[in-house]
């Protein structure tokens, strides 16, 4: 089982920036992608930016040019540095990674977490 711990939301005005970071744990033999996803009020959830192991990237057309998603492969974290912020940014943002575990006999499975979710507001 792989865990998902999110930090760095929080209520920032327009203009302003802030870095949400998503650690993962657990028994984790590879990830394939780490991404971020947004959810505001009354509004289907949504990709915002994602990172496959190769380092290629991915960026919804809203954020491009102002967030930049990267990730540590030695501490299995991945993090979303949201500059230039807008009032439509405002979401409760969650982490998303794909990839495999393994057990004690090294059989490895497939796995697709999601972190708790972290509350970014943005003032106007």
């Known amino acids: 089982q792989v865990q998902l711990v999110e930090s760095g939301g929080g209520l920032v005005q327009a203009g302003g920036s802030l870095r949400l970071s998503c650690a993962a744990s657990g028994s984790i033999f590879s990830i394939g992608v780490q991404g971020w996803y947004r959810q505001a009020p009354g509004k289907q959830r949504g990709l915002v930016a994602a990172v496959i192991s190769g380092g290629t990237t991915n960026y919804a057309d809203s954020v491009k040019g102002r967030f930049t998603i990267s990730r540590d492969n030695v501490k299995n974290t991945v993090l979303l540095q949201m500059n230039s912020l807008k009032p439509e940014d405002s979401a409760i943002y969650y982490c998303?990674?794909?990839?495999?575990?393994?057990?004690?006999?090294?059989?490895?499975?497939?796995?697709?977490?999601w972190g708790q979710g972290t509350q970014v507001t943005v003032t106007s």
């Open positions: 998303n990674v794909r990839g495999q575990t393994y057990d004690s006999r090294w059989s490895l499975s497939d796995f697709d977490s």
